[in-house]
């Protein structure tokens, strides 16, 4: 069975235009400027099953947009191929977008200046579905995202959060096989981004429906995504389980030893001493397995010692930290 997205080394470049200090190059570079070619997404390569959440993680300018508007038909790729639903998104674009979701966080596809349900209504037109399938389907997500309250006013009387409510459930009305989410969280506050979380989550297992979202908070990610697809410089840097991520990065651990009084010299095989307070020493360790139990073992039970904390590092950690390396090296 086909997957329900694939691209195949696919690729996009922009030209860029060089600019020129005042008339260093003439008259004909002033008319006719050089122009540079710059790859935003260079030679990735990813399948997507029917049913999967998958978040497209990466930092700016790594290319993240440009590969879901490849995607959605926006963009011609360069080279190389990508396919949703078994078709060439830019080649199909209105049989394709019948069959897909899109929101991008701050690209609103509302009408401003009318009510919500209006705005509903013309989604409605313009895909041409059937007027008690598309009130059935706007009466389900009005309920799950608590859209109700709010349904009769101006879109521009909406706060950001309704407004991402809405955009999410105007991108399911037409009962899409596929979503793609651009950011959909940037900018809400803790409450609304908990409501688009928890929603997002509830229709991947319930409904089944294919996502693929790209994000800065990796909350998101945790939350919607168990399969992370992360690139830098365009290009794909791991692929896999997010459970799998702190393996791949070779993420470490960080024990803190705290004492009655300064312990002087600790030591711990396999352990690196970081800087710390008086009366506590850190460590951090290699992800080995070794349980806090078996570390207390190694170290003896040193004199004075009242509580041992060993942290493994969030997904956040992780990636920074691997970026970090990147930029060091």
Known sequence: MAP??????????????????????GLRDFFAPRMTPV???EDISFSIEAGEAVGYLGPNGAGKSTMIKMLTGI?????????????????????????IGVVFGQRSQ?????????????HRR????????????????????????????????????????AEIAMALM???KVLFLDEPTIGLDVVAKDAVRKFLARINAERGVTIILTTHDLQDIEQICPRLIMVD??????????????AAFGARRKLTLEFAADPGAISLAGAEP????????????????????????????????????????????????????????
């Open 75 to 99: 963009l011609v790729p360069s080279s190389g191929r990508v396919e949703v639903l078994g078709r060439v998104p830019h080649e199909e674009r209105v049989t394709n977008a019948r069959e």
């Open 39 to 41: 790859k935003a997404v």
């Open 126 to 165: 313009i895909y041409r579905v059937e007027p008690q399938r598309f009130a059935a389907s706007r009466d389900e997500m009005i309920d799950m995202l608590a859209i109700g309250p709010f349904i009769d006013r101006p879109v521009r009387q909406l706060s950001l959060g309704q407004r991402m409510r």
């Open 274 to 329: 970081v800087e710390t307070a008086e009366n506590v020493r850190e460590f951090m360790l290699a992800d080995d397995g070794r349980s806090l139990v078996e570390l207390i073992a190694e170290l003896g039970n040193p004199a004075g010692l009242k509580d041992v904390r060993l942290h493994r590092p969030d997904i956040e950690e992780v990636i920074r930290t691997y970026y970090q390396s990147r930029m060091a090296g």
């Open 174 to 176: 037409h009962e899409p």
């Open 233 to 246: 410089d365009g290009r794909l840097l791991f692929d896999g389980p997010l459970a799998n991520l702190h």
């Open 110 to 122: 509302l009408w401003w200046d009318l009510p919500l349900s209006d705005s509903f209504e013309l």
């Open 4 to 25: 329900m997205i694939l691209a195949e080394r696919a690729g996009k470049t922009f030209q860029q235009r060089v600019r020129q200090t005042g008339f260093a190059g």
